[in-house]
């Protein structure tokens, strides 16, 4: 972090957050990762300790850091394991249409329910419906003061853990993008149910799980913003969250780069460390300037949501899209340095190229990115 100035406050917070991850998170890492579990005991101390309420406003309890601030906080825990994290926060994710157009009155709800530990979940991802998310088929129809929804929603983080979820259904699938509705639906809803869990190849102490809505009654006080307006909410809620959440990449990428390094001090071959062969420090070289271009570009993504309260469509995109590329080339080549050794489970660099894939994928893949970027080159 010599390459970026933090506060006194934010250095506290990094040693913080950095000094929990090592203590609480790193011993379980290996075998929840094996298992594909979420250490809920975990997330008890995390919650406890301050971290999954520090986005609340100070109005609702919280402490109101800003994104800059829950970025350097959340990279400290990626280091350690980028899956836990990505599930720890996501009653930020879920809180973000709210606060982009929801009420008082219900992002006052929300919080009060963060401020009691609960965990949201953005609802938006369907069997049919991924890049294309105005292809949803999960329905909405108004009956008197309520709201009758269906549908089955797939890839939801912590959809099996969430106490509340941020759901995007249709009042018209005729209308396509302009029928889209925002909504907040209580998991103790009757009809709510928890589908599968994802068996996923990395980030396996995230849980990934399908949601259905089976006739499931809401009444009209929990739709978020007008009908029609989910579409537009959903995707400022990507643009706010698809840069700044890569602060997964970042952490992983640091991981990887200090455990090559420290694996090619101490590796012989030929009779001297392999960090001494040029090549190879070229590789470590390309590595560590990846990493620090991708670390300004998300402290800037963040800085810029913070300074000016709007969220940057194509920055976002840029950033997610270079910061995602980089965590896979990083990890990649720290597998290379690592040899055999790199390809084994008993050495933890495999896990973190296995980590490192979905976030090329998820919140709108790479290739998708590229059109949004291209995009807004075109206006």
């Not at 406890?48 to 520090?54: D, I, K, L, N, V």
């Not at 309890?61 to 994104?67: D, F, N, Q």
């Not at 194509?314 to 980089?326: E, P, Q």
Request: charge should be negative; proline fraction near 2%.
């Amino acid at each position: 972090m010599q390459d970026f100035i933090l506060t006194q406050d934010q250095q506290d917070l990094v040693a913080f957050a950095k000094e929990f991850a090592e203590k609480e998170l790193k011993p379980v890492v290996a075998e929840c990762d094996r298992e594909g579990e979420f250490p809920m005991e975990v997330y008890r101390k995390f919650y406890e300790a301050g971290f999954s309420t520090m986005f609340v406003p100070e109005r609702y309890g919280g402490i109101g850091a800003s994104s800059l601030d829950l970025v350097l906080i959340n990279e400290q825990f990626a280091k350690v394991d980028a899956g836990f994290i990505v599930s720890a926060t996501t009653a930020e994710f879920g809180a973000t249409p709210i606060r982009i157009a929801g009420t008082e009155e219900q992002i006052a709800y929300y919080m009060e329910r963060v401020m009691e530990g609960k965990l949201g979940a953005f609802c938006l991802t369907e069997p049919d419906a991924g890049s294309d998310a105005a292809a949803t088929r999960t329905t909405a129809v108004r009956e008197g003061d309520e709201y009758i929804i269906n549908g089955h929603k797939c890839f939801i983080t912590s959809g099996g853990l969430a106490d509340m979820y941020t759901v995007f259904a249709t009042v018209d699938r005729s209308l396509g993008a302009k029928g889209i509705t925002c909504f907040l639906v209580e998991r103790e809803r009757p009809g709510v149910s928890v589908g599968k869990d994802e068996d996923k190849m990395g980030l396996r102490l995230s849980n990934t799980a399908d949601v259905i809505f089976d006739d499931v009654h809401i009444p009209v006080t929990n739709r978020i913003g007008a009908e029609g307006e989910g579409f537009k909410i959903a995707m400022k809620s990507l643009d706010r969250s698809r840069g700044v959440n890569s602060y997964g990449c970042l952490g992983i990428a640091e991981h990887a780069i200090e455990a090559a390094v420290a694996y090619a001090k101490q590796r012989v071959t030929f009779g001297h460390p392999i960090i001494k062969n040029q090549g190879l420090q070229w590789m470590l070289a390309d590595m560590q300037i990846q990493c620090t271009a991708a670390r300004a570009l998300l402290y800037r993504c963040a800085e810029m949501i913070d300074k000016t309260g709007q969220y940057d469509t194509a920055l976002g995109s840029i950033t997610k899209t270079f910061v995602s590329d980089m965590c896979m080339k990083v990890t990649t080549d720290a597998v290379q340095i690592f040899g055999g050794y790199g390809y084994s489970r008993e050495y933890p660099i495999e896990k973190l190229m296995r980590d490192a894939k979905i976030f090329q994928i998820f919140e709108g893949t790479n290739q998708i990115q590229r059109i949004v970027i291209g995009s807004q080159m075109a206006h």
